[in-house]
Antibody, heavy 122, light 111 residues
Framework: EVQLLESGGGLVQPGGSLRLSCAASGFSISNNAMSWVRQAPGKGLEWVSGISGRGSGTFYADSVKGRFTISRDNSKNTLYVQMNSLRAEDTAVYYC???????????????WGRGTLVTVSS | QSVLTQPPSVSGAPGQRVTISCTGSSSNIGVGYDVYWYQQLPGMVPKFLIHGNTNRPSGVPDRISGSKSGTSASLAITGLQAEDEADYYCQSYDTSLSAWVFGGGTKLTVL
Protein backbone atom coordinates (compact mmCIF):
# COMPACT_ATOMS: atom_id res chain seq x y z
CA GLU A 1 0.00 0.00 0.00
CA VAL A 2 1.23 3.46 -0.90
CA GLN A 3 1.41 5.60 2.22
CA LEU A 4 3.30 8.17 4.25
CA LEU A 5 3.74 8.03 8.01
CA GLU A 6 5.01 11.02 9.97
CA SER A 7 6.59 10.91 13.40
CA GLY A 8 8.61 13.08 15.72
CA GLY A 9 6.06 15.64 16.80
CA GLY A 10 5.61 16.74 20.38
CA LEU A 11 5.84 19.59 22.85
CA VAL A 12 8.89 21.84 22.61
CA GLN A 13 9.79 25.13 24.24
CA PRO A 14 10.16 28.32 22.22
CA GLY A 15 13.64 28.45 20.76
CA GLY A 16 13.93 24.68 20.80
CA SER A 17 14.44 22.16 18.02
CA LEU A 18 12.64 19.15 16.67
CA ARG A 19 13.17 16.75 13.78
CA LEU A 20 10.18 15.28 12.00
CA SER A 21 10.37 12.11 9.94
CA CYS A 22 8.15 10.81 7.17
CA ALA A 23 8.51 7.15 6.25
CA ALA A 24 7.24 6.27 2.80
CA SER A 25 6.04 2.85 1.73
CA GLY A 26 4.83 1.51 -1.59
CA PHE A 27 6.95 3.93 -3.63
CA SER A 28 10.43 5.43 -3.65
CA ILE A 29 10.97 9.00 -2.46
CA SER A 30 14.31 9.16 -4.27
CA ASN A 31 12.68 10.13 -7.57
CA ASN A 32 9.65 11.96 -6.22
CA ALA A 33 9.23 15.57 -5.19
CA MET A 34 8.19 15.78 -1.57
CA SER A 35 6.95 18.55 0.71
CA TRP A 36 5.93 19.43 4.23
CA VAL A 37 2.61 21.23 4.66
CA ARG A 38 1.32 22.41 8.03
CA GLN A 39 -2.03 23.32 9.51
CA ALA A 40 -2.27 25.40 12.68
CA PRO A 41 -5.17 24.50 15.00
CA GLY A 42 -8.43 25.61 13.40
CA LYS A 43 -6.58 27.24 10.49
CA GLY A 44 -5.89 26.55 6.84
CA LEU A 45 -3.12 24.75 5.00
CA GLU A 46 0.34 26.31 4.64
CA TRP A 47 3.13 24.90 2.48
CA VAL A 48 6.36 24.89 4.51
CA SER A 49 9.15 23.23 2.58
CA GLY A 50 9.86 21.04 -0.43
CA ILE A 51 12.57 18.96 -2.04
CA SER A 52 12.86 18.27 -5.74
CA GLY A 53 12.36 14.89 -7.33
CA ARG A 54 15.67 13.72 -8.65
CA GLY A 55 17.93 16.63 -7.86
CA SER A 56 18.95 18.22 -4.64
CA GLY A 57 16.87 21.36 -4.87
CA THR A 58 15.25 22.49 -1.64
CA PHE A 59 12.60 25.14 -1.16
CA TYR A 60 11.24 27.00 1.85
CA ALA A 61 8.40 29.32 2.76
CA ASP A 62 9.60 32.72 3.93
CA SER A 63 8.12 31.98 7.36
CA VAL A 64 10.60 29.16 8.00
CA LYS A 65 13.58 30.07 5.82
CA GLY A 66 16.82 29.89 7.76
CA ARG A 67 15.21 27.87 10.58
CA PHE A 68 13.97 24.68 8.87
CA THR A 69 15.99 22.24 6.78
CA ILE A 70 14.44 19.55 4.61
CA SER A 71 16.35 16.41 3.66
CA ARG A 72 15.82 12.78 2.73
CA ASP A 73 17.55 9.46 3.23
CA ASN A 74 16.88 7.38 0.14
CA SER A 75 18.26 4.21 1.78
CA LYS A 76 15.59 4.52 4.47
CA ASN A 77 12.97 5.91 2.09
CA THR A 78 12.39 8.66 4.62
CA LEU A 79 11.89 12.42 4.41
CA TYR A 80 12.93 14.73 7.25
CA VAL A 81 12.56 18.30 8.35
CA GLN A 82 14.87 19.72 11.00
CA MET A 83 13.13 22.58 12.77
CA ASN A 84 15.24 25.00 14.81
CA SER A 85 14.49 28.22 16.68
CA LEU A 86 10.89 27.17 17.01
CA ARG A 87 8.24 29.79 17.73
CA ALA A 88 4.71 29.63 19.08
CA GLU A 89 3.41 30.33 15.59
CA ASP A 90 5.02 27.09 14.36
CA THR A 91 2.45 25.14 16.38
CA ALA A 92 0.58 22.98 13.87
CA VAL A 93 -0.05 19.54 12.49
CA TYR A 94 2.73 18.86 10.02
CA TYR A 95 1.84 16.75 6.99
CA CYS A 96 4.26 15.07 4.66
CA UNK A 97 3.03 15.09 1.06
CA UNK A 98 4.15 13.76 -2.32
CA UNK A 99 4.10 16.32 -5.09
CA UNK A 100 3.18 15.54 -8.67
CA UNK A 101 4.95 17.83 -11.14
CA UNK A 102 7.18 17.78 -14.19
CA UNK A 103 9.33 20.65 -12.94
CA UNK A 104 10.54 22.23 -9.71
CA UNK A 105 7.62 24.63 -9.78
CA UNK A 106 3.90 24.02 -9.86
CA UNK A 107 2.20 20.71 -9.37
CA UNK A 108 -0.02 19.34 -6.64
CA UNK A 109 0.03 17.06 -3.62
CA UNK A 110 -1.52 13.69 -4.40
CA UNK A 111 -0.59 11.69 -1.32
CA TRP A 112 -0.67 12.92 2.27
CA GLY A 113 0.38 11.38 5.55
CA ARG A 114 -1.78 11.52 8.66
CA GLY A 115 0.29 14.28 10.17
CA THR A 116 2.17 14.82 13.40
CA LEU A 117 1.37 17.56 15.91
CA VAL A 118 4.05 20.03 16.95
CA THR A 119 3.27 22.26 19.91
CA VAL A 120 5.63 25.10 20.75
CA SER A 121 4.90 26.36 24.24
CA SER A 122 6.60 27.08 27.54
CA GLN B 1 -3.90 36.90 4.51
CA SER B 2 -3.72 34.13 1.92
CA VAL B 3 -2.32 34.73 -1.56
CA LEU B 4 -5.34 32.91 -2.98
CA THR B 5 -8.67 34.28 -1.75
CA GLN B 6 -11.63 32.03 -1.00
CA PRO B 7 -14.94 32.81 0.70
CA PRO B 8 -14.82 31.62 4.33
CA SER B 9 -18.08 29.73 4.00
CA VAL B 10 -20.78 28.62 1.59
CA SER B 11 -23.91 26.62 2.19
CA GLY B 12 -26.66 24.85 0.29
CA ALA B 13 -29.52 22.46 0.76
CA PRO B 14 -29.27 18.81 -0.27
CA GLY B 15 -29.58 18.48 -4.03
CA GLN B 16 -28.57 22.07 -4.71
CA ARG B 17 -25.52 23.42 -6.51
CA VAL B 18 -22.78 25.47 -4.84
CA THR B 19 -19.65 27.08 -6.16
CA ILE B 20 -16.48 28.06 -4.35
CA SER B 21 -14.31 30.75 -5.87
CA CYS B 22 -10.54 31.09 -5.70
CA THR B 23 -9.09 34.45 -6.68
CA GLY B 24 -5.40 34.81 -7.38
CA SER B 25 -3.22 37.26 -9.26
CA SER B 26 -0.79 37.70 -12.13
CA SER B 27 1.95 35.99 -10.14
CA ASN B 28 0.11 32.71 -9.72
CA ILE B 29 -3.11 31.69 -11.49
CA GLY B 30 -2.91 34.57 -13.94
CA VAL B 31 0.57 33.70 -15.14
CA GLY B 32 -0.62 30.25 -16.14
CA TYR B 33 -0.09 27.98 -13.15
CA ASP B 34 -2.75 25.35 -12.72
CA VAL B 35 -5.21 25.35 -9.84
CA TYR B 36 -5.85 22.30 -7.70
CA TRP B 37 -8.59 21.61 -5.17
CA TYR B 38 -8.59 19.60 -1.95
CA GLN B 39 -11.33 18.41 0.35
CA GLN B 40 -10.73 18.05 4.08
CA LEU B 41 -13.46 16.24 5.95
CA PRO B 42 -13.71 17.04 9.68
CA GLY B 43 -10.74 15.59 11.53
CA MET B 44 -9.31 14.03 8.37
CA VAL B 45 -6.34 14.45 6.08
CA PRO B 46 -6.70 16.64 2.96
CA LYS B 47 -7.63 14.70 -0.16
CA PHE B 48 -7.10 16.09 -3.62
CA LEU B 49 -10.23 16.53 -5.72
CA ILE B 50 -9.23 18.34 -8.88
CA HIS B 51 -5.89 18.58 -10.71
CA GLY B 52 -4.95 20.62 -13.75
CA ASN B 53 -7.86 23.02 -13.14
CA THR B 54 -10.57 20.66 -14.36
CA ASN B 55 -9.48 17.03 -14.02
CA ARG B 56 -10.95 14.61 -11.50
CA PRO B 57 -8.90 11.66 -10.25
CA SER B 58 -10.64 8.30 -10.25
CA GLY B 59 -13.08 7.98 -7.41
CA VAL B 60 -14.19 11.62 -7.38
CA PRO B 61 -17.81 11.84 -8.58
CA ASP B 62 -18.61 13.81 -11.73
CA ARG B 63 -20.94 16.10 -9.80
CA ILE B 64 -17.73 17.81 -8.67
CA SER B 65 -16.05 19.99 -11.29
CA GLY B 66 -13.41 22.68 -11.59
CA SER B 67 -12.86 25.61 -13.91
CA LYS B 68 -10.33 28.38 -14.40
CA SER B 69 -10.48 31.76 -16.10
CA GLY B 70 -7.93 34.56 -15.98
CA THR B 71 -6.73 35.01 -12.41
CA SER B 72 -9.53 32.96 -10.83
CA ALA B 73 -10.81 29.43 -10.52
CA SER B 74 -13.98 27.81 -9.22
CA LEU B 75 -15.07 24.52 -7.76
CA ALA B 76 -18.67 23.49 -8.37
CA ILE B 77 -20.57 20.77 -6.55
CA THR B 78 -23.99 19.76 -7.83
CA GLY B 79 -26.51 17.48 -6.19
CA LEU B 80 -25.24 18.40 -2.72
CA GLN B 81 -25.08 15.56 -0.23
CA ALA B 82 -24.49 15.55 3.51
CA GLU B 83 -21.14 13.84 2.92
CA ASP B 84 -19.91 16.91 1.03
CA GLU B 85 -19.80 18.92 4.25
CA ALA B 86 -16.11 19.72 4.61
CA ASP B 87 -13.44 22.37 4.18
CA TYR B 88 -12.26 22.99 0.62
CA TYR B 89 -8.91 24.49 -0.38
CA CYS B 90 -7.56 25.72 -3.69
CA GLN B 91 -3.81 25.58 -4.40
CA SER B 92 -1.41 26.89 -7.02
CA TYR B 93 2.16 28.12 -7.34
CA ASP B 94 3.30 31.71 -6.92
CA THR B 95 6.30 32.95 -8.88
CA SER B 96 6.84 36.04 -6.74
CA LEU B 97 7.03 34.00 -3.55
CA SER B 98 8.63 30.95 -5.22
CA ALA B 99 6.21 28.95 -3.13
CA TRP B 100 3.24 26.64 -3.35
CA VAL B 101 0.24 28.56 -2.06
CA PHE B 102 -3.15 27.60 -0.69
CA GLY B 103 -6.36 29.54 -0.37
CA GLY B 104 -7.62 30.22 3.13
CA GLY B 105 -10.21 27.48 2.83
CA THR B 106 -13.99 27.46 2.49
CA LYS B 107 -16.27 25.64 4.88
CA LEU B 108 -19.17 24.03 3.05
CA THR B 109 -22.28 23.48 5.14
CA VAL B 110 -25.09 21.28 3.87
CA LEU B 111 -28.27 22.67 5.38
Amino acid sequence: EVQLLESGGGLVQPGGSLRLSCAASGFSISNNAMSWVRQAPGKGLEWVSGISGRGSGTFYADSVKGRFTISRDNSKNTLYVQMNSLRAEDTAVYYCAKRIALTDTGGYFDLWGRGTLVTVSS
Amino acid sequence: QSVLTQPPSVSGAPGQRVTISCTGSSSNIGVGYDVYWYQQLPGMVPKFLIHGNTNRPSGVPDRISGSKSGTSASLAITGLQAEDEADYYCQSYDTSLSAWVFGGGTKLTVL
